[in-house]
């Protein structure tokens, strides 16, 4: 019985990459072992986020990040945590955190081929009230031997070898693509370990909500404006869509792959190149997007396809179910 066999044929997260990892025959195991470093980084922010109000963990560290924000004690704490567990796993080599302005190089003796950018507590606004936050992750490999530099994380989005983000929710999720297809893991917190509840993970191929930040309308370009006119007021005489929005990148995006619809940051008269970052937020998410079978757009190209030029460079967004990001296509052909 298929129930039967979940509750005591435990697929945990290390097995499932081990499995993957088979089907390379060259691979050494260096990307499971890599994970099993940011796996431990998730698990302890999971637990810092769930004692941050009894712990007095909340509040402000009195540092502002390279964005010019104010950092919270729990941003600082994740970060460090990051850098110690992808330092520490011998696995690593050149480190991009959105918490630090340069990137890290990994000292030469505990040098390997993967380089990860990262944010390790994303959504921080929403540390104080109790809503879900996420680390995301993006993972390169480099040659064999070499110290890497800035330029090979200045790469397009299509080089990753893999991406995820854990999400501190109601439950601790994470979901993860090793370049083939995307699947979710649930914290069983009994056991210390994640557990596949989500397999092989499909996005919808059109959705029912959208979700964006409303109150910058006033600045939006053309397109965006009447992709949510359409949303609302629909000409075809279908149902208007629902709105949602956490202002959680990861919530929000987990939200999209499970139940479909677009999320968007666009571009602003404000903030031209929207918010979000490049390396570390966009691709990521593009990434698991077009791996369960949507698209991610940038208003100009595939979101994957931009080569940036700066580690903390930020772009335009608009992912999710494939026929959702085909209409915000359109309308930038049309009044873009
Ligand atoms: P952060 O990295 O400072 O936490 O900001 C990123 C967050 C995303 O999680 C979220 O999608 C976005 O900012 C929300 O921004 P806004 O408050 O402008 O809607
Ligand atoms: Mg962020």
């Not at 290390?14 to 195991?29: D, F, I, M, Y």
């Not at 397109?223 to 956490?246: H, Q």
């Amino acid at each position: 019985h298929a129930a039967d066999a979940l509750r005591t044929d435990l697929m945990t997260l290390t097995r499932h990459v081990l499995n993957e990892q088979s089907k390379h025959p060259e691979a050494r195991g260096d990307l499971t072992i890599l994970l099993n470093h940011i796996v431990l980084g998730c698990k302890f922010v999971c637990s810092a986020v769930n004692k941050a109000g009894l712990a007095h963990l909340i509040g402000l560290a009195g540092e502002t990040n390279v964005q010019g924000e104010e950092q919270k004690k729990l941003d600082v704490l994740s970060n460090q945590v990051f850098v110690k567990a992808l330092t520490s796993s011998g696995r690593t080599n050149v480190l991009v955190s959105e918490e630090d302005e340069e990137a890290i190089f990994v000292p030469e003796k505990l040098r390997g081929r993967y380089c990860v950018v990262f944010d390790p507590l994303d959504g921080s606004s929403n540390i104080d009230c109790g809503v879900s936050i996420g680390t995301i992750f993006g993972i390169y490999m480099l040659e064999a031997g070499k110290a890497g530099t800035v330029d090979d994380l200045l790469k397009a989005g299509t080089s990753m070898v893999a991406a995820g983000y854990c999400m501190y929710g109601s439950s601790c999720t994470l979901v993860l693509s090793t370049g083939e297809d995307v699947n979710g893991f649930t914290l069983d917190p009994s056991l210390g370990e994640f557990i596949l509840t989500h397999p092989h993970i499909r996005i919808p191929e059109k959705g029912k909500i959208y979700s964006v930040n409303e109150g910058n309308a006033k600045n939006w370009d053309e397109p965006t404006t009447k992709f949510v006119e359409k949303a609302k007021f629909p000409e075809d005489g279908s149902s208007p869509r629902s709105l949602r929005y956490i202002g959680s990148m990861v919530a929000d995006v987990h939200r999209t792959l499970l139940y479909g619809g677009i999320f968007m940051y666009p571009a602003d008269k404000k903030s031209p190149n929207g918010k979000l970052r490049v390396l570390y937020e966009v691709f990521p998410m593009s990434f698991l997007v077009e791996k369960a079978g949507g698209q991610a757009f940038t208003g100009k190209q595939r979101a994957l396809e931009l080569v940036p030029k700066k580690i903390h460079e930020r772009s335009p967004i608009f992912l999710g179910s494939y026929d959702d990001v085909e209409e915000v296509k359109e309308l930038y052909k049309q009044y873009g």
